[in-house]
């Protein structure tokens, strides 16, 4: 059974979530950490579980959701793994351009080691994400997916109440919607919205209450 821990990481808030299962394994979605402090949080959160990372995965590649991504790598000798569509993003708006674009210094991590296409199963311990692939507030935008435990992982896709932006390179609000139309409002109401910013909520909140969903 997987279990979730999520962090609140950098000036811009990003959700970081450490999702470790039975034997230990963890998973570490959106490296957002920046400051000291955070770094610390996050590393001794997993020492004091004894837990084993395994990999790094990025819901979507624009700089704040892996501000942390190079420390946390070298920290647990583990690779970043995200859409292959970051090719798309990065063509006109890649991270050195991002952070001039919003005035940040950061480390600027390599292009993803392994890249995930929609469908994809990871694996941790006896567990499975599948990835969805949900463009429009950028092209390699992905949530992740536990069916067994009614849990998903919704990057900037889909937030309590709202939807993630659409006004940066590539973004795009018809494609974003419909691709939550499809891929998460089809799921068990119940299943539980980690969100990338804000408070978690679930899929049958989203369906009566979001009013950017045009339902």
Not at 47 to 75: C, Q, W, Y
Not at 165 to 184: E, H, N, P, V
Request: net charge negative; hydrophobic share 40%.
């Amino acid at each position: 059974m997987i279990q979730v821990k999520a962090f609140t990481f950098n000036p811009i808030q990003v959700n970081c979530y450490v999702i470790s299962a039975e034997n230990n394994e963890c998973l570490i979605i959106d490296p957002s950490c920046y400051f000291g402090s955070e770094y610390k949080e996050l590393f001794q959160f997993i020492k004091n579980r004894s837990l084993k990372p395994v990999g790094m995965i990025a819901t979507h590649f624009h700089f704040d959701h892996v501000m942390g991504a190079v420390k946390v790598g070298k920290e647990y000798g583990i690779q970043l793994a995200g859409h292959e569509d970051y090719k798309l993003l990065f063509e006109n708006f890649d991270l050195p351009t991002q952070i001039q674009f919003f005035d940040f210094e950061m480390e600027i991590p390599n292009p993803p080691e392994k890249l995930l296409k929609d469908g994809d199963i990871i694996h941790i311990g006896n567990e499975v994400l599948k990835v969805l692939h949900i463009p429009g507030h950028s092209p390699c935008g992905i949530a992740l997916l536990c069916e067994q435990q009614n849990i998903v992982f919704s990057g900037d896709i889909l937030f309590e109440g709202s939807i993630g932006r659409t006004d940066l390179y590539m973004g795009d609000s018809a494609l974003l919607i419909s691709g939550i139309q499809k891929k998460l409002l089809v799921l068990n109401e119940n299943t539980v919205v980690y969100s990338g910013h804000g408070a978690f909520t679930t899929i049958g909140d989203e369906k009566r209450n979001n009013p950017f969903l045009y339902l």
